[in-house]
């Protein structure tokens, strides 16, 4: 069965670094997302991607974090100066076509803040 | 804006008996869609059932099941004959059907427990 890929699986960082995530979604897939999950709490959406720009993004998704899909196959999530708060794990997600409502998730990244 | 509210934060089963986790959800649109995700320990998200608004019959999955009550905006999920493996964290989410379409709220999510 297709799946969307996520890595790295766990990233440590510093505070004050840059992080990016990646993602490869399902490959006939044209809509993609990033979701996050602070530990213990609910799943929050962060932005959506479709046609090579953004479609929505939420508030939290502000102008510490940017994504790209540099070629026809990654899906990128980058975080440009991280902080304590941004711990969390961080789920790509995709979408096949407009009337499809079913995202298929991947395993999420981790990413620890010191 | 929507809201998912999971008024369960942890339920409890026995192994082989059936447990319903509830879900409400507010909205002013009348075209949308709802989901129950399973989180297991390794934190995947795994689709467990979904429900069109506009379908009036409730979604089965093999032992998973729904009750939709639209005009009371609940959206519950049973599960029978629980097993060992349907231990995991159970977020319910709803997804709108306009210009927001593929975005999806999350409830806080319920935790169970299975007992062997």
């Known amino acids: 069965e297709p799946e969307v890929t996520q890595t790295p699986s766990h990233q440590v960082t510093q505070m004050g670094q840059e992080v990016i995530l990646r993602c490869v979604p399902i490959s006939n897939h044209l809509y993609f997302y990033w979701y996050r999950q602070i530990l213990g709490q609910k799943v929050e959406f962060l932005v959506s991607f479709y046609n090579n720009e953004i479609s929505e993004k939420s508030e939290i998704f502000d102008d510490q974090f940017s994504v790209e899909r540099p070629d026809g196959s990654n899906f990128t999530l980058k975080i440009r100066s991280t902080k304590l708060e941004d711990s969390a794990m961080y789920f790509c997600?995709?979408?096949?076509?407009?009337?499809?409502?079913?995202?298929?998730f991947g395993a999420g990244s981790r990413l620890t803040v010191l | 804006a929507q809201t998912v509210t999971q008024s369960q934060p942890e339920m409890s089963v026995q192994e082989a008996e059936t447990v319903t986790l509830s879900c409400t959800y507010d909205t002013s649109e009348s075209d949308y869609y709802l989901f129950w995700y399973k989180q297991p320990p390794s934190r995947q998200m795994i689709l467990v059932i979904r429900?069109?608004?506009?379908?009036?019959q409730n979604a089965t999955e093999n032992r998973f099941s729904v009750n939709f009550q639209k005009a009371a905006k609940s959206f519950s999920l049973k599960i029978s004959d629980s097993q060992l493996g349907d231990a995991a964290m159970y977020f319910c989410a709803y997804m709108e059907g306009g210009t927001s379409y593929g975005k999806l709220t999350f409830g806080q999510g319920t935790i169970l427990t299975v007992h062997p």
């Open positions: 429900q069109e608004a506009y379908k009036q």
């Open positions: 997600a995709s979408r096949a076509f407009f009337g499809a409502n079913v995202l298929t």
